[in-house]
Antibody
Framework: QLQLQESGPGLVRPSESLSLTCTVS??????????WAWIRQSPGRGLEWIGT???????FYNPSLESRLTISVDTSKNQFSLRLSSVTAADTAVFYC????????????WGQGTLVTVSS | SYELTQPPSVSVSPGQTANIACSGH??????ASWYQQKPGQSPVLVMS???NRPSGIPKRFSGSRSGDTATLTISGTQSMDEADYYC?????????FGGGTKLTVL
């Protein structure tokens, strides 16, 4: 059974960078037809797609976050990562790492989510 | 930027049919997927490619699309179906979510 697990600091200072890693277990991050994505949910709000990466590093970013966003992949560790710079309180959210199945065009596996709070 | 619109809330009596709509410009040439999220839990994919139900999802869940509106239908709604539901579609290279619909079973 595929599992995804987010890890990273739960508290980040304003203006600093937020970094999270997703570890994929029970399967390889390599093969098509899967892409890997980050999705966030601000407290009491809806879901927001952040960005997606293929195993060979091809990325798609949310245009509203693109200037601050880097998503990378490390196939040797079966991980992919998120870095969001210059964070503000508006970036406080639960961050989910997700598998995008391009055959069914749906996010079919989700991590449990990790809350990141931006506060001084 | 591309937008998907959902009603904020839908109410249904147990055993009745719930319809949750998702509308967006040119949605008729995109695929919509649907996610169910219960409080404190991660979302779960309940419908993909407009009308493809993943394995493990009860048959009372179905999907359709007509023009620029995709619809998630829950037939014989049960109390366990009470949750937030989100649609998602891809516009070029961006994955856009609707604002979500809170389904209340009362």
């Amino acid at each position: 059974q595929l599992q995804l697990q987010e890890s990273g600091p739960g508290l980040v200072r304003p203006s600093e960078s937020l970094s999270l890693t997703c570890t994929v277990s029970g399967g390889s991050i390599r093969p098509n037809p899967y892409y890997w994505a980050w999705i966030r949910q601000s407290p009491g709000r809806g879901l927001e797609w952040i960005g997606t990466i293929s195993y060979n590093g091809h990325t798609f970013y949310n245009p509203s976050l693109e200037s601050r966003l880097t998503i990378s992949v490390d196939t040797s560790k079966n991980q992919f990562s998120l870095r969001l710079s210059s964070v503000t309180a508006a970036d406080t959210a639960v961050f989910y790492c997700v598998r995008l199945n391009t055959v069914i065009r749906g996010n079919d596996y989700w991590g449990q989510g990790t809350l990141v709070t931006v506060s001084s | 930027s591309y937008e998907l619109t959902q009603p904020p809330s839908v109410s249904v009596s147990p055993g009745q049919t719930a319809n949750i709509a998702c509308s967006g410009h040119t949605l008729d040439n995109k695929y919509a997927s649907w996610y169910q999220q219960k409080p404190g839990q991660s979302p779960v994919l309940v419908m993909s490619q407009n009308d493809n139900r993943p394995s493990g999802i009860p048959k009372r869940f179905s999907g359709s699309r007509s023009g620029d509106t995709a619809t998630l239908t829950i037939s014989g709604t049960q109390s366990m179906d009470e949750a937030d539901y989100y649609c998602q579609a891809w516009d070029i290279d961006s994955g856009v979510f609707g604002g979500g619909t809170k389904l209340t079973v009362l």
